[in-house]
């Protein structure tokens, strides 16, 4: 088996671009076939280097890697052979009207009721007629004809498929300049490149019966095709209109984590629960086109966001050592554990260095109350123990439970209204500084 993602270099990858990569990653990896990453760089106006080496990254970044890479750029030759054998089988031919010329014949079947198919006429043109229009500077663009008969495939999400190639305009796949559109190198790529599956999102299906009829007048074969729904935004619209804040590299640069995007979106859309997950590979087993929903897929930032806590939450003192130690942060695996289900982000864990450490500035709601507490404080260094011992001295001398007992304690000792478990948190801010924060003294 082989897979392949194919994005055009002229513009950066987004969620929706992610989201096939997934799909053909997880897909591939659950049935040990290869992935390949085709760069579909035969626009050369519009793609860059730039954002090739984006793509490249990206991908690196998010941990789905490529078995091979190919680039369309370089690979005209090939396509030039299989337009000439078009050409031969007379399965692809010259067409000389303009854009003018296309569109009034449009206007006038439309205005007939008929669809606006295009009518072959180019197809009846003698040798003379096509020399008569080249000697008159017209230069051809080819298109590819058509069968007419209906093309049906079993798509691997969406189940049996029929495109009425007969309701389709002979598709356009050389323009007049000579440059190939997407539809020949990408037909040809994945029959010279073995692909074996095509996974992609379901604006190409219309464009799959027509391509289905190019690969069999190319090899007389055709891969499987999986094709679908789209992601849209939280209110149903198309995520084209927020691409800058959904690229990957926004994503990354705002300090989002990998595996928060692909816990998502390997399962938006489907009959599974989003939950985080830590590795790539642990998404792979579960994966699979019979649970894809035919609903487009509601994408959220703030479902990434949510991920992104939970793995968080989820990461070892050992995963997070590094980061801990470039924040200045680093106070050894008790401290991550203590403070790790209160932080959202890692750099939130500076706030608990100061509170162990540093000096804060303690909230003290009723300075009679902790002056009393003070002369409960242990005479020992702390312990486990110690915190509870502490408050139920503080309870009995003042007669406060619950709430009213524990919140001013909390406060004036880590100047927060909420944070990790005092109980371990207490032993590690120690006796001093308890004490002259209940004094409420900066410390
Ligand atoms: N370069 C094409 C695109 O980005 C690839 C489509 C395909 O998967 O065939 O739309």
């Known amino acids: 088996m082989k897979v392949r993602f194919a994005p055009s270099p002229t513009g950066k990858l987004h969620v929706g671009n992610i989201r096939v990569a997934l799909m053909n990653y997880l897909y591939c990896k659950a049935n040990e076939g290869k992935f390949l990453l085709r760069i579909d760089d035969t626009d050369f106006v519009r793609s860059t280097k730039e954002f090739e080496e984006g793509i490249r990254t990206d991908l690196n970044w998010l941990g789905i ?127 010279d490149l073995a692909v074996t599956h095509v996974i992609r999102g379901e604006d190409h299906v219309t464009n799959t019966g027509a391509q289905i009829e190019i690969f069999e007048a190319i090899s007389g074969t055709r891969p499987e095709f999986g094709h679908f729904p789209l992601l849209v935004g939280k209110d149903g619209e198309g995520l084209s209109k927020r691409l800058g804040s959904l690229s990957i590299e926004s994503m990354r640069h705002d300090g989002t984590s990998p595996m928060a995007i692909l816990s998502l979106l390997a399962k938006l859309g489907t009959s599974d629960p989003v939950e985080a997950v830590k590795k790539i590979d642990d998404l792979i087993a579960g994966f699979s086109f019979t649970k894809i929903g035919r609903a487009p897929a509601r994408f959220s930032p703030d479902d990434v966001a949510r991920l992104d806590i939970q793995l968080l939450h989820m990461s070892s003192y050992n995963e997070v050592k590094e980061k801990l130690s470039v924040l200045n942060a680093d106070l050894g695996s008790d401290f991550w554990e203590i403070i790790r289900p209160n932080i ?62 524990f919140m001013p304690l909390r406060k004036a000792l880590t100047g927060q209204s909420h944070g990790p478990d005092m109980g371990r948190l207490f032993p590690m801010i120690g006796l001093e500084k308890s004490k002259s924060r209940l004094q409420g003294q900066k410390s």
């Open 65 to 191: 890697k490529w078995d091979e890479i190919e680039y369309q750029s370089k690979r005209s030759d090939i396509y030039d052979k299989a337009r000439d054998d078009l050409i031969a089988k007379g399965l692809l031919y010259p067409c000389y009207e303009d854009a003018e010329e296309l569109d009034v014949k449009r206007k006038i079947l439309t205005s007939m009721g008929k669809p606006p198919i295009y009518d072959r006429a180019a197809l009846k043109l003698s040798d003379e007629e096509r020399k008569a229009l080249e000697a008159s500077g017209r230069k051809p663009h080819y298109r590819f004809k058509l069968s007419g008969k209906r093309v049906v495939w079993n798509d691997l999400v969406r189940g049996q498929q029929t495109v009425d190639t007969s309701s389709m305009s002979d598709p356009v796949l050389i323009r007049e300049d000579g440059a190939y559109l997407y539809t020949l190198p990408s037909v040809v790529d994945d029959v």
């Open 344 to 405: 959202h982000k890692i750099e939130d864990s500076k706030i608990w260095v100061d509170v162990v450490n540093g000096a804060i500035d303690p909230i003290i709601d009723d300075a009679q109350f902790c002056e009393k507490a003070i002369t409960c404080l242990p005479n020992d260094s702390l312990n486990l123990e110690s915190w509870s011992q502490f408050t139920n001295k503080v309870k009995e001398l003042t007669g406060a439970k619950g709430k009213d007992l």
